[in-house]
């Protein structure tokens, strides 16, 4: 069973940064691909950033220069630094594990955390 816990969210205000964190368990965290997707209220979920195991990382357009993805295999986490922070990413941020990738576009599996939730104030 693949267990993914996302921590760091909160309210901060436009221009600010955040730090989210996925903790990994239940799974091959060494060899495994992990993505950051978002979903905003009435929004289908969207694709933020993913960082292979060889740790190639790919980005949305809305936060490529302002997020950067990470992962530290010694503590099974990935995070995401978010940045320059304005309204718009405003969402419920979630962790996917085990996805693949395909043209170099990641494919995301079913494993997903819970969420937390970034609020971003004007």
């Known amino acids: 069973q693949v267990y993914l816990v996302e921590s760091g969210g909160g309210l901060v205000e436009a221009g600010g940064s955040l730090r989210l964190s996925c903790v990994a368990s239940g799974t091959a965290f060494r060899i495994s691909a992990f993505a950051w997707y978002r979903q905003s209220a009435g929004k289908q979920r969207e694709f933020v950033a993913s960082i292979s195991r060889s740790e190639t990382t790919n980005y949305s357009t809305d936060v490529k220069d302002r997020f950067t993805i990470s992962r530290d295999n010694a503590k099974s986490t990935v995070y995401l630094q978010m940045t320059s922070l304005n309204p718009e990413d405003t969402a419920v941020y979630y962790c996917?594990?085990?996805?693949?990738?395909?043209?170099?576009?990641?494919?995301?599996?079913?494993?997903w955390g819970q969420g937390t939730q970034v609020t971003v104030s004007s």
């Open positions: 996917n594990s085990g996805g693949w990738y395909r043209n170099s576009v990641y494919n995301p599996s079913g494993h």
